[in-house]
């Protein structure tokens, strides 16, 4: 494991926002695919959203485009997901993840960041 480590995550009502954060002293962030992945109580893992090493390239998944941004802070070592709007459908653990949209599956996660969305 790299420890990646999550953070950010609450309850806030729905149209809330919040930004979450990843990072690790391990992993180097700078060239590696990096996603994002979500997972609800009782259902299988979600994929989100994954930015390029680079930082050149974000792709999102259908359900949370136009509301979530993933970005990298390369001086800090940090990935990042702002979530606007938030929807109580978005109520999930939170992971980050070493691997793009073809690698997130077998790649090293965190240990989640819990996001709650209720009224």
């Known amino acids: 494991q790299l420890q990646l480590v999550e953070s950010g995550g609450g309850v806030v009502q729905p149209g809330g926002s919040l930004r979450l954060s990843c990072s690790s002293c391990?992993?180097?962030?700078?060239?590696?695919?990096m996603s994002w992945v979500r997972q609800a109580p009782g259902k299988g893992p979600e994929w989100v959203s994954s930015i390029s090493g680079r930082g050149s390239r974000t792709v999102y998944a259908e359900s949370v485009k136009g509301r979530f941004t993933i970005a990298r802070d390369y001086t800090k070592n940090t990935l990042s997901l702002q979530m606007n709007n938030l929807k109580p459908e978005d109520t999930a653990l939170y992971f980050c993840?070493?691997?793009?949209?073809?690698?997130?599956?077998?790649?090293?996660w965190g240990q989640g960041t819990q996001v709650t969305v209720s009224s």
């Open positions: 391990r992993f180097n962030f700078s060239t590696a695919d």
């Open positions: 993840a070493t691997g793009g949209i073809l690698g997130w599956r077998s790649a090293s």
